[in-house]
């Protein structure tokens, strides 16, 4: 299939690249080379990607999902299908979508089920809106082998992804938090032996590595969809204080920016040190705090695009 544009050409893009023809914007250079040199034709600028898309695949980091949607959707031709593929609140996706649809696109709600790595364009995606079926049928041309239309209005697709997300990422912060304070105790292995007796089969000193392999190398992003997580928590009116804790958990390992090694020892090793009972930051709106301190630096920092 011939006109498809990637809007973002982070992580996602590039497990989805190289498998049909298409260009890209990325505001960051580096971005725009790793396009080319994926076999992607990278432009100069979102004007010059989008011109005679007709499939556009919106991949950038939670915080600027929408601000793309309304930048870029000036330059959108008639009845181009934008795939909005950001891990965002529902709201979030029906503000975007009123913006594409005024300027004569087509906006579909996508949920990215599951890692884009080592699946690609296996990846499980729901989508939902009054344009599903037709993006279901783009998407399926695209590459994409494992999507559902899930009936519903724009905001559909993205509850399930945000609520799931409670669950995920919320059970990494919490394995995480686990195994920092049992490190500490120095009572990990006797912790660790606990948790598989009461869940046999589950390996948690395996689990806890990889789930703070996660955290590690991509606790910002993961902060930055929490945060849309507690807003669509809060739209429901159901509470989000253990999601904001995830929140700052999250953000909180992933501001460090140290390499990530094999083991769950050697990745305790790097995170005991930041752990102090001194300094504790209040999670906004719980009472709760975390004490896992980053370098001086506060917790509230943002990830920029």
């Not at 298409?22 to 580096?30: I, M």
């Not at 996508?110 to 990846?123: C, R």
């Not at 799931?164 to 105790?185: I, N, Q």
């Amino acid at each position: 299939m011939n006109g498809i544009a990637f809007i973002g050409f982070g992580e996602a893009a590039q497990a989805f690249a190289g498998h049909v023809p298409a260009r890209a914007w990325d505001v960051k250079a580096e971005r725009r080379a790793e396009a080319a040199g994926r076999g992607v034709e990278s432009r100069n600028s979102a004007a010059e990607a989008l011109t005679g898309a007709r499939a556009v695949l919106s991949l950038v980091t939670a915080d600027q999902a929408l601000a793309v949607a309304r930048d870029y959707a000036v330059s959108l031709e008639p009845g181009a299908l934008w795939f909005d593929m950001n891990s965002v609140a529902p709201d979030t996706k029906r503000e975007a979508a009123t913006l594409i649809e005024a300027a004569g696109g087509h906006y579909v709600d996508v949920a990215v089920m599951s890692p884009v790595y080592p699946a690609q364009l296996g990846v499980p995606l729901l989508v939902s809106g009054s344009h599903a079926e037709a993006g279901a049928e783009t998407l399926r041309a695209i590459g994409f082998t494992r999507v559902r239309v899930v009936p519903g209005d724009v905001g559909r697709a993205s509850s399930i992804k945000m609520i799931r997300s409670v669950m995920v990422k919320g059970l990494e912060a919490l394995t995480t938090e686990c195994v920092l304070a049992a490190d500490a105790a120095g009572v990990l292995d006797e912790v660790i032996a606990s948790l598989n007796a009461s869940w046999p089969g589950t390996d948690w000193a395996e689990k806890a590595d990889y789930n703070l392999d996660r955290m590690m190398i991509h606790g910002l992003r993961r902060s930055a969809e929490m945060e849309e997580v507690v807003k669509t928590l809060d739209g429901l009116g159901t509470g989000s204080a253990m999601t904001r804790g995830t929140v700052m958990r999250q953000r909180a390992v992933g501001e460090l920016g140290v390499g990530v090694p094999e083991g769950l020892e050697a990745k305790l090793a790097i995170l005991s040190p930041f752990v102090s009972s001194e300094v504790e930051k209040l999670v906004p709106g719980t009472g709760f705090s975390t004490s896992l301190e980053t370098n001086g630096k506060g917790l509230n920092k943002e990830e920029t695009a």
